[in-house]
Nanobody, 116 residues
Framework: QAQLVESGGGLVQPGGSLRLSCAAS????????MGWYRQIPGKQRDMVAT???????NYADSLKGRFTISRDNAKNTVYLQMNSLRPEDTAVYYC??????????WGQGTQVTVSS
């Protein structure tokens, strides 16, 4: 059973930075598009960034320039570097593994709170 395990969330002041990590089991990491999504209570889960096995990235328009997704294939880990954080970035962040022909996998989520 494939697993995604997130870490790195927490409380940060506005303007600060955080880096989220998502460790994936090796059986899926090399074949799946990895991504980050976020969700505010009562609202839908929105795409933050994705990165496919070929290295192509895709970002939510509103986050370009502040967030960066990357992957370390040797560690089967995908990262989300978040800079210049704002209170509106407060959400639960979820790691996702997507394959066009197979079910998605989701992590358990990690809380990010941006507040002074």
């Amino acid at each position: 059973q494939a697993q995604l395990v997130e870490s790195g969330g927490g409380l940060v002041q506005p303007g600060g930075s955080l880096r989220l990590s998502c460790a994936a089991s090796g059986s899926i990491f090399s074949r799946y598009t990895m991504g980050w999504y976020r969700q505010i209570p009562g609202k839908q889960r929105d795409m933050v960034a994705t990165l496919n096995s070929g290295g192509t990235t895709n970002y939510a328009d509103s986050l370009k320039g502040r967030f960066t997704i990357s992957r370390d294939n040797a560690k089967n880990t995908v990262y989300l570097q978040m800079n210049s954080l704002r209170p509106e970035d407060t959400a639960v962040y979820y790691c996702n593994a997507h394959h066009y022909n197979l079910p998605d996998y989701w992590g358990q989520g990690t809380q990010v709170t941006v507040s002074s």
